[in-house]
């Protein structure tokens, strides 16, 4: 568990969060009614995004006011070889999909 204290935290916080590995996430909460934790998270979709993960916002209610909970998620596809294991049909091909992840990947990370 990480607690946020200032920026040089951030930092540090967010150095170890997207270099942990190639897959994985992270859940941090009370990231809608502390000012803190929501600018952190601001600053991970904005300032300090590399293109390797993503993130979610989840406005929880915990019946008296949004706590919010927030899920950091290292995009997995291209990076893991996650076969395709099912055809329905589409109009390209398996080998043609993880190419066009592998070129959406790069260009992710050269933002």
């Known amino acids: 568990m990480f607690k ?19 897959r994985g ?10 000012d803190g934790c929501r600018e952190f998270i601001i600053d991970l ?5 590399d293109g390797t993960y993503d993130i979610i916002n989840l406005p929880w209610d915990n019946k008296h006011k949004r ?13 893991c070889g996650y ?12 080998k043609e999909i993880y190419e066009k992840e592998k070129i959406w990947y790069k260009k ?3 933002r």
């Open 4 to 22: 946020v204290r200032n920026r040089l935290d951030r930092a540090k916080i967010l150095k170890q969060l997207v270099s942990f590995c190639r």
């Open 25 to 34: 996430y992270g859940v941090f909460h009370d990231t809608c009614k502390i």
């Open 45 to 49: 979709i904005t300032k300090y995004n």
């Open 67 to 79: 706590s919010g909970i927030s899920i950091l998620q290292k995009r997995t596809y291209p990076v």
């Open 83 to 94: 076969k395709i294991d099912e055809i329905c049909g589409p109009p390209s091909e398996p």
């Open 108 to 110: 992710e990370g050269s």
